[in-house]
T-cell receptor, first 116, second 115 residues
Framework: AQKVTQAQTEISVVEKEDVTLDCVYETRDTTYYLFWYKQPPSGELVFLIRRNSFDEQNEISGRYSWNFQKSTSSFNFTITASQVVDSAVYFCALSEATYNTDKLIFGTGTRLQVFP | DAGVIQSPRHEVTEMGQEVTLRCKPISGHDYLFWYRQTMMRGLELLIYFNNNVPIDDSGMPEDRFSAKMPNASFSTLKIQPSEPRDSAVYFC?????????????FGDGTRLSIL
């Protein structure tokens, strides 16, 4: 079965702290894609990153970085030197290439609050 | 470039009324998705289209819900009759060649309240 687990319901940090959001997935497919989306208080869903199952290279984009480890079925997201504007709900999602294609399976989200 | 456009942004109506939500996907995108977001159930896929054809409507909760895509630039999600438990944020998303699992781009959502 395909499933995405975000065990952290809510995280609170103070500005400039680093924070890691965990994502663990389950899939029987050998080819799949992982995504992160951000939902700020204004409510829209913003695409952050897409990775395929064959590319385990970590990715960095400014203060954001992603650590993909197939051995532990995890795709964790780290924000370095967090800022108040990072406050949002972050969703991890999975899409399979062979089974249930085209569909995004979302985790339940992690609410991040960054305090000044 | 214009993103996915949804209307209305907010809708408040009384139980029993018909509700129509509208979506304009990103030009050139051939997949369109309708989602519902609630506190209890999170983000749920209701239905999706490929090239204007419904592919999977297994997420549509009841016969009261229907969706159409008459052309590549427009889709509607209709609830008739509406009930208070339909209150949620409804998102439309589109993507290009989703068979290659391209990211879905979401509209700003419609916040629906049924009184």
């Amino acid at each position: 079965a395909q499933k995405v687990t975000q065990a952290q319901t809510e995280i609170s940090v103070v500005e400039k702290e680093d924070v890691t959001l965990d994502c663990v997935y389950e899939t029987r497919d050998t080819t799949y894609y992982l995504f992160w989306y951000k939902q700020p208080p204004s409510g829209e869903l913003v695409f952050l990153i897409r990775r395929n199952s064959f590319d385990e290279q970590n990715e960095i984009s400014g203060r954001y970085s992603w650590n993909f480890q197939k051995s532990t079925s995890s795709f964790n997201f780290t924000i370095t030197a967090s800022q108040v504007v990072d406050s949002a709900v972050y969703f991890c999602a999975l899409s399979e290439a062979t089974y249930n294609t085209d569909k995004l399976i979302f985790g339940t989200g992690t609410r991040l609050q960054v305090f000044p | 470039d214009a993103g996915v456009i949804q209307s209305p942004r907010h809708e408040v109506t009384e139980m029993g009324q018909e509700v129509t939500l509208r979506c304009k996907p990103i030009s050139g995108h051939d997949y369109l998705f309708w989602y519902r977001q609630t506190m209890m159930r999170g983000l749920e896929l209701l239905i999706y289209f490929n090239n204007n054809v419904p592919i999977d409507d297994s997420g549509m909760p009841e016969d009261r819900f229907s969706a159409k895509m008459p052309n590549a630039s427009f889709s509607t999600l209709k609830i008739q009759p509406s009930e208070p438990r339909d209150s949620a944020v409804y998102f439309c998303a589109s993507s290009f060649r989703a068979g290659d699992n391209q990211p879905q781009h979401f509209g700003d959502g419609t916040r629906l309240s049924i009184l």
